[in-house]
């Protein structure tokens, strides 16, 4: 989401869309290819663009004939927008897709099959094979890989030392967590203990974490029902009801949107919220968090942690010769280690937030050690703040956003809003509601 809307979620260097303002080689040569492509930072991040710009015409140069053009959108995915601009044929020739859409597009045929061009991305082979295996359909491949990551406890080191908590040992149980969340509340007015959502989409969203993370499941496992009326479903939306209305430490404003947790959190009042570690980098670069106060943890006792991400897809109605100069763009400036979005050095210099372990789409691989090994490098952040996670969450096995992710979304957002909004909500009713929606959903979608 983040996102992504998410959402979900990405490279400070690596999305967002506008126009690019670059020059067309002279036209009519041998070998003239132009392709439109997103995600080109804001005119509003002036360094972040000109980075992009820079690597734009680098490209052009290394690949003679070739004219890339950025398309003027922001940000690089909207759920209101995306529909509409697929069905309408109005896509770029490189598009960002979310993972909760993959299977939507590929079976529509709106995205190229690739196969014959992954090559093109020299380090394909040290993807991560399960990252791989999302995009894959049928034997055929219809999209790189851009951004995974896996769900985890942000937290606010110095909101825990104020209130008498040490912040080298976060919490690892829901019941560590009320208890962290009533000290942190207790410091004042203002102070959230626990922040969380309860609309657009992301209340659902992080209902789904949730859950997964005690090991239910918001579906069964053929997709055909809703299966979050559960033990699992009860607990989730129970131990919200209890935070805020019998602990009094998720405040009293809800928060609807993504970047309204994202603005408290950046206040320094918020304790905690789930979240992947770009969360991180968005509340410093952002919603001008200091870098100091930021740690992240594994998820508490997760049976599963929410794994997202996003990747880019080709046009297809792209020419053989614009499916590979993309994907030739894509190798350049999203898969090389030590340049685009790779770039830590850069990124750093431009006052970038560097040293968040927030992409796992290389894994293990020597392309994942060496982007690893950079980012460490030329980190701006506090590394060891984070490690937490990175010890945690290598043990913690990847759940999926379920299919139709966004429509099921929506119908949680009401159980999610119900229960932080109402101090006598009927959690039951809430549960049973949303299931008889989500399954009408379900069958409407065959």
């Known amino acids: ?15 967002a869309a506008c126009g690019s303002g670059q020059q067309a080689p002279p036209a009519g040569g041998a070998g003239q290819v132009t392709i439109t492509v997103a995600c080109q930072p804001a005119k509003s991040a002036p360094k972040e663009r000109q980075a992009w710009d820079d690597d734009v015409a680098a490209f052009m140069k290394a690949n003679p004939g070739v004219t890339v053009k950025s398309t003027d959108q922001q940000p690089c995915f909207d759920p209101k927008t995306f529909g509409p601009k697929l069905a309408g044929g109005q896509m770029e020739t490189v598009f960002v897709v979310p993972v909760t859409n993959y299977d939507d597009v590929i079976r529509q045929g709106q995205a190229l099959d690739i196969t014959a061009y992954t090559g093109e991305i020299k380090n394909w082979d040290d993807l ?63 102070h959230v203990g626990y922040g969380e959502y309860s609309g657009g989409n992301t209340g659902g969203w992080h209902f789904t974490q949730a859950i997964y993370g005690r090991g239910g499941s918001i579906l069964t496992d053929d997709g055909k029902k809703a299966a979050f009326n559960s033990p699992e479903g009860r ?25 309204s947790l994202m603005v408290a ?37 997760a049976k599963a942690s929410l ?6 897809m080709i046009n297809p109605k792209a020419t053989p010769e614009e499916a590979k100069a ?32 927030d992409n796992a789409v290389y894994g293990d691989s020597p392309t994942g050690q060496a982007i ?13 703040n984070y490690d937490p996670y990175v010890k945690a969450s290598a043990a913690i096995p990847p759940k999926a956003e379920p299919v139709h992710a966004q429509e099921i979304y929506a119908i949680l957002d009401v159980a999610m809003s119900g229960v932080l909004s109402d101090e006598d909500a009927d959690i039951d009713k809430l ?10 959903v379900l069958a409407a979608k065959g």
């Open 307 to 312: 794994s997202g991400g996003e990747a880019f």
């Open 1 to 15: 989401m983040k996102r992504s809307a998410g959402l979900l979620v990405a490279s400070a260097l690596g999305l």
């Open 128 to 190: 991560r094979q399960d990252v791989r295996d999302l995009v894959t359909k049928d034997g055929k491949v219809y999209g790189v890989p851009n951004v995974h990551y896996g769900v985890g406890l942000v937290y606010n080191r110095k909101l825990f030392a104020e209130a008498g908590l040490d912040p080298n040992t976060p919490p690892t149980t829901w019941a560590e967590i009320r208890e962290a969340a009533k000290k942190i509340a207790a410091l004042g007015p203002g």
């Open 326 to 357: 993309g994907m030739r763009w894509l190798d350049f400036r999203f898969n090389t280690v030590g340049k685009g979005r790779f770039d830590f050095a850069r990124g750093k210099a431009i006052g970038n937030p560097v040293g968040v372990p």
């Open 372 to 384: 690893q090994a950079d980012r460490v490098k030329n980190a701006s952040l506090p590394v060891e």
């Open 265 to 301: 959190m950046g206040s320094g009042k918020v304790g905690m919220m789930l979240g992947a570690p770009d969360v991180v980098t968005d509340v410093v670069g952002k919603f001008k968090g200091s870098v100091a106060d930021y740690g992240i943890t594994g998820f508490p006792e």
């Open 431 to 440: 549960l049973a509601d949303a299931e008889t929606k989500v399954n009408a």
């Open 235 to 259: 607990a989730v939306l129970q131990t919200l009801h209890d935070m805020r209305w019998v602990d009094d430490s998720m405040g009293t404003k809800l928060l609807v949107g993504w970047e």
